[in-house]
């Protein structure tokens, strides 16, 4: 699978070519046929709480006592795979599904666990089979699904999953493999793994009736994932002049022509097969002291779910639970049902070209800096065994580091003009601004040598990244096979 990723790329790359709709088989084309029904804990999927590592077991407490549908259970986006932070995860993970994790509701009380486990690109060094390393998705599913899957399921509660990071159908058909070995080894029911896949790659968008087909028996749906489907386009077709990203906070939104028509695309292909389809995470970390403000930046996320539920979504996505309350309120205000599958847009037509029109605009000088900021910090992050952490009101992911580490690097291969001063994004620029702006970090806080010493290994492994003539794929790869992470957090 991963060496038909590198193939596809390498061919891409020689030829020129974009990517088109795959030709679909009779079977697909099928009007007829439609997803599985799904339990009935996940007929209702308005709001889960998002990134949330389980290895974080304060911040796990917290959701699973928020009033969500569901918590994304993540080891992915939002987790530091550490060999302690892998453990910890999946140990409070057993914990709760017994009943053992104190202070939180029991699970048939708490919101649904949606299992994301570690995208394919990812491996396990601490385990190895026949020699070889396991892929980190299938050691993160394998320990869930053999200790827990048989209390979960025995009051429909799971086992349920987000799937994260897929390039096609095939590498669904591949889940939908594991899936049904996995049920007739452990003695399930068939049908009774149901998973989300996050539709974070270009690829996807052209098959999503495919992605259905393949995993009809055991879909909840699709998910749109807005940083990482945008950093796909740089990752494939960043070579090209004509697939510049612009500045992100700037330039490019969810009412964009090529978001919007993505999230169009899920929304219609889902509902077409009688499945949800839900929308990205609001990133927002409210404030605690300032009621003002607070209040203020609730009814701005609300404003902004609001166009999700309108385009005919039927659930999002939050990462601090205090949303949770406003934007269920705001659903049942504005749709009053458990979901809006009854939304058709069988009128819809979305071209080729519309999931291709990337927005029109520039670099700035500032968003070079919030990129390079943002990706400084999510390295110091993983350096100190965290997955996420907070800036200017948000969480920073390792969605987030992926656009930004993307943007500087396409900004440096195309030599892009800022607006403005008219600069020249060079090796030069970049390199100064990094190092002026780790310097910043360490004079803002009152670090001691060991943090110094770390910030600015931060900063020199993203200076490997973005001056790198090839674009490497992810960064979390690159993190996680890089000396600096093994010698700070694995053990």
Not at 211 to 216: A, G
Not at 307 to 327: H, M, Q, R, S, T
């Amino acid at each position: 699978m991963l060496r038909y990723r590198s193939i596809r790329k390498l061919t891409l790359l020689d030829s020129g070519e974009l990517p088109f709709f795959q030709p679909q088989s009779v079977e697909v084309r099928d009007k007829t046929w439609r997803v599985a029904p799904v339990p009935s804990r996940l007929q209702c999927r308005v709001v889960d709480v998002g990134d949330i590592s389980p290895a974080d077991t304060e911040m796990f407490m917290k959701a699973l006592n928020s009033p969500a549908c569901g918590i994304q259970t993540d080891l992915d986006d939002g987790h530091c795979p550490s060999w302690s932070n892998q453990l910890r995860g999946l140990y409070n993970i057993y914990q709760f599904v017994r009943g053992n994790l104190r202070g939180v509701p029991v699970m048939s009380d708490a919101p649904v666990i949606m299992f994301r486990p570690r995208a394919w690109n990812m491996f396990e060094f601490n385990m190895m089979v026949g020699g070889k390393v396991v892929p980190g998705p299938l050691f993160d599913f394998g320990l869930h699904m053999f200790h827990n899957s048989k209390l979960m399921i025995k009051d429909g509660n799971g086992p349920f999953f987000y799937l994260p990071k897929l390039e096609g159908s095939n590498e669904v058909k591949l889940w939908n493999d594991i899936f049904v070995w996995t049920q007739q080894r452990l003695g399930l029911p068939q049908g009774s793994i149901k998973a989300s896949v996050l539709i974070e790659s270009i690829f996807c968008s052209f098959e999503l009736d495919q992605i259905l087909f393949e995993l009809r028996h055991h879909s909840a749906g699709l998910n749109c994932g807005m940083w990482d489907y945008s950093a796909s386009l740089i990752s494939n077709f960043g070579h090209r002049a004509d697939f510049i990203l612009p500045d992100r906070k700037k330039y490019v939104s969810m009412d964009k022509q090529y978001l919007k028509s993505y999230m169009q695309l899920v929304i219609k292909t889902c509902h077409a097969r009688g499945c949800h389809a839900t929308g990205g995470m609001a990133p927002v970390v409210l404030p605690k002291d300032n009621p003002h403000l607070r209040q203020q930046i609730t009814d701005k996320v609300c404003r902004a779910k609001l166009n999700e539920i309108k385009a005919g979504a039927d659930g999002f996505l939050v990462f601090d639970p205090d949303l949770v309350k406003p934007l269920i309120q705001m659903w049942k205000t504005e749709v009053n049902s458990m979901n809006q599958l009854h939304v058709r847009r069988s009128e819809l037509m979305v071209s080729r070209n519309d999931l291709l029109q990337l927005p029109r605009g520039g670099f700035t000088l500032q968003g070079l800096q919030d990129n390079i900021t943002v990706g400084i910090l999510f390295i110091d992050a993983w350096l100190r065994g965290q997955g996420v952490f907070v800036l200017n009101g948000a969480v920073e992911d390792s969605a987030t580091a992926e656009i930004s580490r993307s943007q500087i690097w396409q900004a440096i291969r195309h030599r892009c003009k800022l607006e403005g001063d008219g600069l020249i994004v060079t090796k030069a620029l970049v390199c100064g601004e990094i190092k002026r702006i780790a310097d910043e970090l360490v004079s803002q806080k009152a670090y001691n040598s060991v943090d110094t010493e770390r910030l600015t290994m931060s900063a020199k492994i993203l200076e490997e990244l973005v001056l790198k003539r090839d674009f490497p794929q992810f960064i979390t790869t690159y993190l996680y096979e890089h000396q600096a992470f093994r010698n700070s957090v694995q053990s």
